[in-house]
């Protein structure tokens, strides 16, 4: 009766808006290196843990269901595969699986973890964007006032992160061992942040990669 | 525009990320029915206010959504220390 | 070849025009430099009497040469031409002076000048008060504040958020050393100058520097600094604030210097820097001498004078007369006489000056005129003589006979000011220093420190030394090398000076108040007359003397004046200078543009626009749509024709009849698990949770603890430990907070963990007698039997083929299904429901037929008819206050205090109006007798009013002292055209009181 349900990302109206437009070809198909380059992760799974990061049993549990070991640190993130756990806060992170089922890892999790803790389904209500090319860390000092320089370098299992203002809105940053960055925003900020992005990456040549 | 060590985060960030939230270190009367009229108005309306040395708590809304405490001087707007709720703070003031 | 252009200096011309006329200039000019070239000596107009002023200084400090540039959209006002670099095409003209610089009308009043005192106007345009508007008009456009564009600004800004452990304010001698010693520890370092090119003083000085003449000097310690990838060097880039915590402000300039509106991308850029050190050598301001008609075009400074020969290539004049009361400005006669033309004396204040640069002079043969004063100059538009005469040691008095020197140039030196700005923005308050006859920066407040001329030290070997040690001192106190500098020392060609001598008011043959003007201020015409006119009337503080004459205000900030000034006063108060002080400078150093301010956040990035998921179906069915906070919601979707009334009603009427569709995705929502859960909650809202049962919700609303409303909505219990929290639209993050807050700092040992899912969920509401028929067709796995599915249950789900979760919770009074989904089916779910609803002609409705709807059965929303200062009884709704739950919850105590149970407080009733039709204005005022005389006795106000299509007639909320007690009566709401409405007092459930229709 419903077959063919459409799921449509953050930034799918976005995205097909630029499609339309005269700038569509720039914005998309433009093989030439530029200075920004934006591209949305669409529709992968979210999800926020919370519990006691001192408690050996959760950690090990998280470690063991997840395939990722918990970062402790604040200010990081684990990466293993498709699947990144970042520090929120204290008792606080954000699990994302590129590609994954949301309730499938709430369900693993519920299993394997005791006591007083909580999993949040997020996945709709946030999306992971990359930013690649020269002009990024210019874009990032114009958008946000954390101080990305002071940052070690990440590797390919972890990196640094950290949840400050973007422009006038939030979002949680990170940044890769390809010396991109990722941000994951709020749905309903999306469009604000696109069209932000496109706007500071403006001097240095800007494209919308399809994700 | 200040600039805020969250003991949290465990690094300094810009005050656009925090929000600011009274001064710290005011009970809940355990017993609010009990109290009289002056005593609860003493407790929901009257604040320190300081010139000097003043202990306060901060949100950091934008970063760990966790409450701290900072000892800030009201002067200066030099911030001496910040301090995990709960706990008190080293830095203290005539007022104190 | 333009008539005062030294022949040797060449360059690229370039063609502009000042005040309609055509000139040309060369590549490397100023605006100020290219007018002196071609000989321009009046350039604006005085403030207030109108006198004509030429250019005076060569930076910041200039304070006649205000001019506007460009015109249309991109013009900008109260620019100095002495920080405008020429273009080719540069259009100028002069801010002051209307109609035209050379005659005007205000020059009659200039003629009357002694009849324009300080506070002439406090005093003169007080009376009558309804001609002030009529004066201020005059006033502005006579003293030529500039023309602001009054089209959009073609232009784009942009900010910056910078980051570095040695931020450089000022790269002349000091700030270059200093950048250096502090790059090569690898601290990030950050040098910013207000200057097209890096250098300060030294691109303008004829000395050797290591060896090398100065210029070159810079231009290798340039290349040097360049090479460095931890070092930011911005050039046209004006430190103007110093803000709490090292955080200053930088504006960039990146086109100006090209054209009058910018062609290549970004015009300015505001740099917001944190910088764990700061390194303020931001050098200092010449000081002018006090003498009768120092303003007359001809009379600069000395220093200005030597940059515009040595470094701009412009001698502008031909006989020169210096006079100084320091050894420093002699070089002016030396660079003079470097141009050929004729230095004609240098008059030195002091008796028996005796500097090593004294003997240079003298031995070029020109005439040294010690012990004298320069009384006077004389000219109209020009300067044509100076008045010189032998004045007592202590510059008090004339002595003797006046001699009479012809001239047409008037340099003059009273010494040197260090631009203490920046270290006053932290707090730190400027010293008197009597050996340097100025005032040095205060003690740090902050993590920086001075080094050079701006610290009081004006030997170029000096400035480097301590440059040098600023910069090592301020890398190590950043975590970089080891505190000492590579070259702490660096050779240097120069004059050893003799000490100067503090003369603020050049003393004439007549008394001060009888001697032709003694400018002090030139752009607001502030004399030495007025300031001792304005303590004479009783002024004392320097505060008050600055507001009462003026002093200081012009764009120039006093950068020029305010040293003469303070010492005036001080003298006419019988005080010394340190026990006058100085007024407190400010942030900005210099004008800054408000484009630079707004930086992107304009048009359509003003401020975020929050989308649902359903966003771009409701701009495709041509929805209106209202703010709440930065979300855009439907507000109505009117059809072809119809106006908003015919629209809503409509709307509301589809609701009541048969089937409508609301997007609630903006509600916030908020997650809590934890064993603890319930009893957080009961803690939080007045009404208990502890006996919930999953599958059950509640509405509940939440108390600040002074017991006035603070928000509301439904919380779900989802499972064991597990709740769903409904917010209002707007109060979501403050929700979140406060439940933190609580949960955080003083209840730690409840275990519950709280998380927004705002944005997660799509929220498609269907309401109206139909809505159990739309959802039997997409949803099959949820019994939806009133009895299986009761009111104020939820239920899990699929719906359209999505998980979901369906609440039976109603805003309208009709039965509703509010259906959940994760944000990515939200269209999917909306569409879907379109189509199965298409036989009941589902009606999408928007937030205005909502509030109508919810209003005709007296829901109320939080913070339109509560304003926080709402108890739940003053709502009639002591239904929701558990009493006797066992803890006290947030607000409980306070609904016993004496305040909130008295018994005429505003209370929520309904307003019906006798006239069915006429609908009430919100926020109307409610009095009893509408025949009282006014002021009337304000009982009440009007929260909310629609017509009600339903009813038939219009409806209103209001609070009403007592009101509860009043129903039956008679009201009046007293309107701003006289009218006056009658209302009766009734209940504020409209509609369905009995709350049948949501329980079918």
């Known amino acids: 009766m419903f077959n063919g349900i459409k799921l449509e990302s953050p930034l799918f109206y976005f995205q097909t808006s630029f499609n339309k437009s005269a700038a569509a070809d720039e914005l998309f198909n433009a093989e030439a290196e530029c200075g920004l380059v934006v591209k949305e992760a669409p529709l992968s799974a979210q999800l926020i843990l919370r519990g006691d990061g001192s408690d050996t049993l959760f950690c090990a549990a998280i470690a063991k269901t997840l395939g990722v070991v918990l970062p402790l640190a604040p200010g990081t993130y684990h990466q293993q595969g498709n699947t990144s756990i970042y520090w929120l806060g204290p008792s606080e992170w954000l699990i994302i699986e590129v590609g994954g089922q949301a309730q499938k890892i709430e369900i693993a999790l519920r299993k394997a973890l005791k006591g007083h803790i909580a999993i949040v389904d997020v996945s709709g209500g946030q999306t992971s964007i990359n930013l690649r090319g020269a002009g990024v860390a210019t874009v990032l000092k114009k958008s946000t006032v954390y101080d990305f320089e002071a940052w070690d370098l990440a590797t390919p299992i972890s990196g640094c992160a950290a949840q400050t203002t973007f422009a006038k809105a939030s979002a949680l940053i990170s940044n890769r061992s390809d010396g991109s960055y990722n941000l994951v925003i709020r749905r309903s900020f999306a469009d604000y942040i696109a069209l932000w992005l496109l706007d500071a990456g403006e001097e240095f040549g800007c494209r919308i990669e399809q994700g | ?96 | 070849m333009s008539q005062n252009r030294v022949a040797s200096h060449t360059g690229a011309a370039i063609d502009f025009t000042f005040n309609g006329k055509a000139y040309q200039g060369i590549a490397g000019d100023t605006l100020a430099s290219a007018l002196l070239a071609n000989g321009v000596d009046v350039v604006g107009r005085s403030f207030k009497y109108a006198r004509p002023r030429g250019i005076f200084g060569h930076g910041a400090e200039e304070p006649n040469a205000i001019v506007q540039l460009g015109s249309g959209a991109g013009t900008v006002p109260n620019l100095k031409a002495t920080q405008i670099e020429l273009y080719q095409g540069l259009q100028a003209s002069s801010v002051n002076g209307w109609p035209s610089v050379n005659f005007d009308l205000m020059g009659l009043i200039g003629a009357f000048g002694r009849l324009m005192p300080p506070g002439f106007y406090y005093k003169t345009f007080m009376y009558p008060k309804k001609l002030w508007m009529t004066y201020e008009h005059f006033i502005r456009k006579a003293a030529g504040l500039g023309a602001t564009p009054v089209e959009a600004d073609p232009d784009s800004y942009d900010k910056l958020n910078q980051h570095c452990d040695v931020l450089v304010a000022g790269a002349g001698p000091a700030g270059l050393v200093a950048a250096r010693e502090a790059a090569r520890t690898g601290a990030r370092v950050i040098i910013a100058d207000e200057q097209s090119q890096f250098g300060g003083s030294l691109l303008a000085s004829k000395q050797q520097v290591d060896g090398i003449a100065a210029p070159l000097w810079v231009a290798s310690l340039v290349a040097e600094l360049m090479a460095y990838s931890n070092v930011q060097m911005l050039p046209r880039s004006t430190v103007f604030g110093y803000y709490d915590h090292n955080f200053l402000t930088i504006l960039e300039r990146r086109t100006d210097h090209l054209g009058a509106v910018s062609t290549c991308g970004t015009r300015q850029r505001l740099h917001r820097v944190r910088a764990a050190q700061v390194v303020l050598a931001t050098g200092a301001f010449e000081r002018p001498l006090v003498f009768a008609h120092n303003d007359i075009p001809g009379v600069m400074l000395a220093s200005s004078v030597s940059t515009y020969v040595n470094r701009y290539g412009v001698a502008p004049g031909n006989k020169l007369v210096l006079f100084t009361t320091n050894d420093n400005a002699y070089q002016t006669a030396l660079d003079w006489q470097g141009t050929g033309r004729e230095v004609v004396a240098v008059i030195d204040s002091r008796r028996n000056p005796c500097g090593e640069i004294v003997a240079a002079v003298a031995a070029m043969g020109i005439e040294v005129i010690a012990g004298h004063g320069l009384i006077e100059a004389q000219g109209g538009k020009r300067v044509k003589r100076a008045l010189v005469a032998p004045i007592n040691e202590a510059g008090t008095q004339v002595t003797g006979a006046v001699r009479r020197l012809d001239c047409d140039l008037i340099a003059c030196s009273g010494g040197w000011s260090p631009a203490v700005h920046l270290s006053s923005h932290t707090g730190a308050k400027p010293q008197w220093d009597e050996n340097i006859v100025a005032f040095r920066p205060g003690n740090s407040k902050q993590q920086e420190r001075s080094a050079g001329a701006c610290r009081g030290t004006f030997d170029l070997q000096g400035c480097l030394s301590e440059g040098a040690s600023a910069g090592a001192d301020a890398a190590l106190l950043s975590g970089y090398g080891d505190g000492s500098p590579q070259f702490p020392q660096i050779a240097v060609e120069e004059y050893i000076e003799e000490p100067q001598q503090a003369l603020f008011l050049v003393p004439h043959t007549k008394p001060t108040s009888r001697a032709p003007s003694q400018f002090v201020d030139f752009q607001l015409d502030v004399s030495a007359s007025g300031i001792e006119l304005a303590v004479r009337e009783g002024f004392e503080s320097v505060e008050h003397i600055k507001r009462y004459t003026a002093l200081g205000f012009g764009t120039d900030q006093g950068k020029l004046g305010n040293i003469n000034g303070m010492a005036i006063l001080a003298n006419a108060l019988d005080q010394t200078i340190a026990e006058t002080g100085t007024t407190i400078f400010r942030p900005a150093y210099t004008p800054t543009t408000f484009g630079a301010i707004a930086g992107r956040d304009v048009n359509q990035l003003f401020d975020p626009e929050r989308y649902t998921a359903v966003h771009r179906w409701h701009v495709e069915q041509g929805a209106k749509f209202e703010d709440v906070g930065q979300w855009k919601r439907p507000w109505y979707f009117p059809q072809q024709g119809e106006t908003m009334q015919q629209a809503v009603d409509r709307e509301g009427l589809a609701v009541r009849n048969s089937l409508g569709i609301l997007d609630a995705s903006t509600l916030g929502k908020i997650d809590i698990q934890g064993p603890d859960v319930a009893e957080f909650i009961t803690r939080i809202y007045t009404n208990s949770y502890l006996k919930l049962a999953p599958g059950k919700c509640r509405y509940g609303v939440m108390l600040k603890e002074d017991g006035m409303i603070f928000d509301d909505g439904v919380c779900a219990c989802l499972g064991d430990n597990h709740y769903l929290m409904f917010t209002t639209t707007g109060g979501a993050a403050d929700v979140l907070a406060w439940l933190e807050l609580w949960q955080q700092t003083e209840w730690p040992e409840l275990q519950v963990y709280f998380t927004s899912v705002t944005d997660h969920w799509t929220t498609a509401t269907v309401s109206g007698p139909n809505a159990r028929r739309v959802m039997a067709k997409v949803c099959t796995d949820i019994d939806l039997s009133n009895e299986a599915f009761a009111f104020m249950d939820w239920r899990d789900g699929t719906v359209a083929g999505v998980k979901a979760r369906v609440f039976r919770i109603s805003f309208t009074g009709e039965l509703s299904y509010e259906v959940n989904v994760p944000a990515h089916y939200g269209r999917h779910i909306w569409e879907t429901l379109i189509a199965a609803g298409e036989e009941f002609n589902i009606t999408p409705y928007g937030t205005e037929t909502m509030h109508v709807l919810r209003a005709e059965k007296g829901f109320i929303i939080v913070g339109q008819d509560t304003d926080g200062s709402m108890t739940p009884a003053d709502m009639n709704m002591d239904w929701v206050v558990g009493k006797n739950k066992a803890f006290s919850f947030i607000g409980k105590r306070s609904l016993q205090r004496s305040d909130t149970v008295r018994a005429n407080r505003k209370q929520l009733v309904g307003l019906k109006t006798l006239n069915a039709k006429e609908v009430l204005p919100e926020g109307a005022q409610v009095v009893f007798d509408a025949e009282q005389k006014i002021p009337m006795a304000m009982q009440g106000h009007v929260t909310s009013s629609y017509f009600s299509a339903s009813l038939g007639h219009s409806i209103a909320l209001a609070v009403v002292k007592g009101g509860h007690d009043r129903l039956g009566q008679v009201v009046y709401c007293p309107l701003a055209d006289g009218r006056s409405i009658a209302a009766e007092i009734v209940s504020s459930v409209f509609y369905d009181p009995k709350g049948e229709r949501q329980h079918v």
Not at chain 2, 50 to 55: F, K, M, N, S, V
Request: overall charge negative; some cysteine; aromatic content about 14%.
């Open chain 2, 1 to 96: 525009m200040l600039l805020i060590y969250c003991p949290h985060c465990q690094e300094y960030r810009e005050e656009e990320e925090f929000s600011y939230g009274g001064e710290a270190h005011i009970m809940r009367p355990l017993a609010p029915d009990a109290l009289s009229d002056k005593d609860w108005g003493d407790y929901l309306f009257f604040r320190t206010n300081a010139r000097g040395i003043h202990h306060e708590m901060w949100y950091h809304a934008v970063g760990c959504r966790r409450y701290f405490n900072a000892t800030r001087d009201t002067v200066t707007y030099e911030i001496l220390e910040t301090y995990k709720t709960g706990t008190q703070p080293t830095i203290t003031g005539a007022n104190s």
